[in-house]
């Protein structure tokens, strides 16, 4: 047994690393447990976001957007590059690099704010004990004021189509493979599918994703999820909606998959196979049954808006809890859980949260759609305007795509954006801004946007929920 701990964390994604250096800064005597090994069978930090999750596709999304525009886009703007050619492994190391970088960095900054990494896998037992079993096999229990559990989630299996070596993989598999497979099948057209599926596609592969769904992109303003589809669709991605997989088989080096659609059974042979069905919060075996916190049957831990558990002094944020799956999410719970057990009041704004789609165009959204606003009875106006109008979006030669603003009729306060195009993941900051603000559209009217920019669609979009803007014919309100 050690010295007694302000806080231990269980977790070192981007919600526990992110609540372990916020509390060492308020002066918490803080550990962080983390058992994470990585593909050079090192222990590392930094959770699936940094290892095998938005660090590491976005690094694929770079390079293949490039190579993609280099295929596509130059000879438009005058650049002729002759024989092109990919180094896919050359890429996959680039990517291993960057994460490598990020994960070794947040060991220093561990380090530097004085922080014990516990290696291993974290048990939260009573009496705020934390036992820690290491890779040999040994147990270690410390005693700690508070937990914090952020242990994350892993991908969604599909018992129908269990995992084979890199012929049916995971997301994390998806990341890995050093030569490009003919033909991909993904299951499921979430964030995660588009993203690995847009990877593979501007490759070369084909590329085809299952979606069991009959609506595309649900949680998306509609007019946007209509303009993303087709332009997915545009470049090669064959998404089918309401084709429900039911199995796969691997025979020598193909995968047959077998699904259903409106015209019955169905099955396509395809290289590779990937299940990008979600995934699913890990917290089995986690907790002591004595311990008593809540957790529902899908290991989701019950927490407050407070990210505190129904047992004093544990928390949980990140992954493991409600809310959407993402990084900066369990980030911001993990500092105002760090704040709140320094004493501080501090609380999260979730109807300011950003959500991003990192494919080309990116699509980005902030707030309410038109639809929740509809059911919710809310008067509303929705101002838009596309790139396709704007000067920099020309001289870009990236012209796809639009901005819209929403505003409450009544108090001209911004209720949602929702942006399809170019570094539309950059430009959606200030709708988050205006919404953390409280601003109406007359402030984002108000505020001089540097000529030419992208950000200057916002400005217009802004203008025409008023109908003002200057770039387009304003329709009449
Ligand atoms: P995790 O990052 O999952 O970290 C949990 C950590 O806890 C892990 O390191 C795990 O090893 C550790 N752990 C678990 N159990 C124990 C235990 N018992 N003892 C010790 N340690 C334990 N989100 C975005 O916001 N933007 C993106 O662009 C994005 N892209 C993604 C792309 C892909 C391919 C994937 C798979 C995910 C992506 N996500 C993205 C989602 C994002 O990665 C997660 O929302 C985020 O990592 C959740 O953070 P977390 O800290 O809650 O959990
Ligand atoms: P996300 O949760 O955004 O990662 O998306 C996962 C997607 O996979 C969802 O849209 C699900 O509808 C879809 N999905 C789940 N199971 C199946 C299945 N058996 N066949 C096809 N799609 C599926």
Not at 113 to 123: A, H, V
Not at 229 to 237: H, P, V
Not at 392 to 416: E, F, P
């Amino acid at each position: 047994m050690t010295d007694k701990y302000d806080v231990i964390v269980i977790g070192a994604g981007p919600a526990g690393y992110v609540a372990a250096i916020r509390a060492a800064q308020l002066g918490l005597k803080t550990a962080c447990v983390e058992k994470w090994i990585n593909k050079q069978d090192k222990p590392a930090l930094g959770g699936t976001c940094l290892n095998v999750g938005c660090i590491p596709s976005k690094a694929l999304l770079e390079s293949t957007e490039l190579y993609d525009q280099a295929q596509h886009g130059f000879a438009d703007l005058g650049i002729n590059v002759g024989e092109l050619s990919v180094d896919v492994p050359k890429m996959i190391a680039r990517k291993d690099k960057i994460v490598s970088e990020l994960t070794g960095g947040i060991e220093m900054l561990f380090k530097a704010n004085k922080i014990d990494w516990l290696k291993g896998s974290g048990r939260v037992l009573a009496n705020k004990q934390v036992s820690v079993t290491a890779a040999d096999g040994s147990d270690t229990s410390y005693a700690t004021d508070n937990v914090i559990i952020a242990t994350g989630s892993v991908p969604v299996e599909l018992g129908i189509t269990p995992l084979q070596g890199d012929i049916v993989v995971d997301s994390s598999g998806a990341l890995d493979w050093e030569a490009i497979p003919g033909k991909i099948c993904v299951i499921g057209a979430g964030v995660i599918g588009l993203e690995l599926g847009s990877v593979w596609r501007r490759l070369g592969s084909e590329v085809v994703l299952l979606e069991a769904m009959d609506e595309f992109l649900p949680m998306v303003d509609k007019q946007i999820a209509r303009d993303a589809k087709r332009a997915f669709t545009k470049q090669g991605l064959d998404i089918q909606l309401s084709a429900r997989v039911t199995g796969s088989e691997v025979n020598g080096d193909k995968v047959t998959v077998n699904y259903q659609d409106k015209n019955g059974d169905q099955s396509m042979v395809v290289d590779k196979l990937i299940v990008a069905v979600g995934r699913k919060a890990l917290t089995e075996g986690l907790v002591a049954d004595e311990v008593g916190i809540g957790i529902d049957e899908r290991g989701v831990i019950h927490v407050n808006d407070h990210c505190e558990t129904n047992v004093p002094g544990i928390y949980a944020v990140g992954d493991v809890v409600r809310g959407p799956m993402l990084a900066h999410k369990g980030s911001e719970e993990g500092v105002m859980v760090a704040e709140r057990i320094a004493g501080e009041n501090s609380s999260l704004n979730y109807d300011a949260m950003p959500n991003v789609i990192y494919t080309h165009p990116e699509v980005a959204w902030v707030g309410k759609t038109e639809e929740q606003l509809k059911a919710d009875g809310v008067e509303y106006q929705a101002g838009t305007f596309p790139f396709a109008a704007s000067g920099r979006a020309k001289a870009k030669g990236d012209t796809g795509g639009l901005v819209k603003i929403i505003r409450d009729k009544n108090t001209d306060r911004v209720l949602g954006a929702h942006l399809i195009g170019p570094a539309a993941s950059e430009l959606l900051g200030q709708s988050v801004l205006a919404l953390e603000f409280d601003a109406t559209i007359e402030d984002i009217a108000h505020t001089i946007h540097a000529h030419p920019t992208l950000s200057e669609a916002m400005h217009e979009a802004a203008l025409s929920a008023d109908g003002r803007a200057i770039h387009i014919a304003n329709r009449k309100r």
